[in-house]
DNA sequence: CCGGATAATACAAACGTTTGCACAAACATC
DNA sequence: GATGTTTGTGCAAACGTTTGTATTATCCGG
């Protein structure tokens, strides 16, 4: 392996000169730092990074902690993040915490002893506060969380409108005409969908419906199937689903009661997961917008500005929740206006 | 932050001892041991890893590089190997190459620079022979490919039986009553590909049916919708896709000409993605066993062992290619025997 | 009680880079 | 031409750990 000083050596500087002209410090000449570069690419010269990160205190490592890379949302997240992450020179770290909190600190361990330059993450939900996060990660790596915020922590956070999305959500099954709106809320300790479950109940009141049921820890498909079963049976003839897993379980729930969708029973999920689109009935979903909110979460952490980014949902209109004119619909087109 | 030397002169002993102590070293006493490690605990010590790196010429890191981590395959292989690396005190590092052989050129980079443990691979689309991962990677830094394999380069392999599973794929067509089979082919520089294409070619002669029309680079949705459009055009009544998405494309390519599936019309996918399962009609799919397939890499990388080893894949028999007694299939179950 | 083996620890040199400070030369200012 | 300022390099000390070798303490048999 040829380091610096080898450079050095060939050329008759010192390794300092070499490492500024490499860094491109304005304190060697322009003749030094060509004749630096030209020797460093002919002698295949690559720098340790290991040793340069130890010197400096912190590496070119961007440590993004994500519940599981699998879900659409969150490996889209990861696309956007790196796609700005790595024109800046930064690699990234990727760490799965299949929604366990101690996977979650193991993962915070890791990337602080690895001494990564920051973190972007979205909390598991076995999480309750974030004080793990300020704990593992001190004041000196900073933090971007997305999604899942905890917004008494420090640094920049990247979320969606969820309110409005779900508000819009809503409120569109009650123009479809649904009248008993229940909802698969997801976990209440992520502020996420407990704002989602805020929206959901300010369109119920907007739209002079009564207070519907609410079926918390939903968030796979097997819990949307014994929740949508349970929404049925207290008499719901539509569902807001936080999620879209949650909502493809709930219309197995409806069909398995013989219930026909959209005519009897009306769903909208979250998400937009790619499976909603292509099933039949194709799922109506609030759609995230995870490559987006991965690039404000890379830009958030390369400017350092602490503020909060909101990236805004769109709700695609699909047959699951289209009974007006529902034999005219084109799955991912709008049926209103 | 703590280090083995504020360690050390709290307990009047040296670095050196500390880190022997640390490390569990033979070297040091019972009794010494437990009084370090009392006080590193005490004291909330951590080993600063960038440092012990730099010192033991490598990291605990080990590098996973894929086309994409949205696909479910290859997040997927991730899982599987994350949950044997973790046990074993590794962490993951995982890099995209979008399937751009410059891309994978810098993950390879990226990883040398850091000093990874070993790389876990499955290369892009892109690259035309290994030759790159053996400059990159040297011959300190053990490879283990998966899935897309250079069987060339030494190390570890981990793949498919794609010759034995493309074979049955289209035999399962074959005995439904399809006589003129094509094949979306995939890229011919994967030997993965190339052997799914072997698979195909023996069981049309095994059967007794004509040679096929091959389309070969397609493997995202749209060169599947065009590939299938001109499979139909060929006079082709089935079509083996050597990938999902690229089937996807060829159901909606047969639909968009009025043909029914399977009446008219019939497709075998490959890798069994999600929504294979969960369209209407449901694809037929070849599945791979991806978890199985990252364990076994970790297993290699951990063991050392250079042998190949053979994961076999699973057809799931779908709507998309039964059209015998075709009304009383359920989805996911064998149609057969 | 001494010589030699063994056990436990100390010493010091790495690993390759970065960076504050010192230093010399060149240049500008009055 | 003395003084101050800039410009380019060299020197050397870090960063925190690991590890080969040297050193001391401990123990044994004779």
Redesign the pocket.
């Known amino acids: ?1 040829v ?3 080898d450079i ?1 050596a060939a050329l ?12 491109g ?9 060509l004749a630096v570069e030209q020797m460093a690419a002919e002698m295949g ?4 990074v ?3 990160n ?4 912190k590496s070119d490592i961007v440590g993004i902690i994500v519940p599981r890379i699998h879900r659409n949302f969150f490996s889209n997240v990861i696309g956007g993040a790196e796609s700005i992450l790595e024109a800046a020179g930064y690699c990234v770290l990727i760490c799965q915490t299949h929604e366990r909190l101690e996977a979650e600190m193991k993962a915070l361990r890791t990337l602080r002893n690895n001494q990564v330059a920051g973190v972007l993450m979205s909390h598991a939900i076995g999480a309750l506060d974030g004080k793990h996060i300020l704990d593992a990660l001190g004041s000196h790596i900073p933090l971007v969380q997305f999604d899942r915020v905890f917004s008494d922590l420090p640094g920049a956070k990247v979320v969606s409108n969820n309110f409005e999305g779900a508000y819009a959500a809503t409120r569109h099954l009650a123009e479809q005409g649904y009248r008993h709106i229940g909802t698969l809320a997801g976990y209440m300790n992520s502020e996420a969908y407990a704002a989602r479950l805020e929206g959901w109940r300010q369109a119920l009141r907007d739209c002079g419906l009564p207070e519907g049921e609410v079926y918390e820890d939903t968030i796979v498909r097997e819990t949307g199937f014994e929740a949508g079963l349970k929404a049925i049976d207290a008499g719901c003839d539509a569902l807001y689903s936080a999620g879209d897993f949650s909502a493809l379980g709930a219309v197995e729930a409806a069909r398995s009661r013989g219930l026909r969708i959209p005519e009897d029973f009306g769903i909208v999920g979250t998400a937009n997961e790619t499976f909603t689109s292509l099933m039949t009935p194709s799922i109506s979903s609030l759609a995230l917008n995870p490559f987006e909110m991965g690039r404000q979460a890379a830009q958030a952490f390369l400017s350092g500005e602490e503020g909060t980014v909101v990236v805004p949902m769109e709700l695609k209109v699909r047959e699951s929740s289209c009974r007006i004119h529902s034999e005219n619909q084109i799955p991912d087109k709008p049926c209103l206006k």
Chains 1, 2 share one sequence.
């Open positions: 392996m380091t610096i000083s050095a008759g500087v010192t390794p300092s000169t070499v490492s500024r002209a490499l860094s410090s304005p304190r060697v000449k322009e003749e030094t730092r010269y690559e720098r340790n290991v040793a340069s130890l010197r400096k205190g």
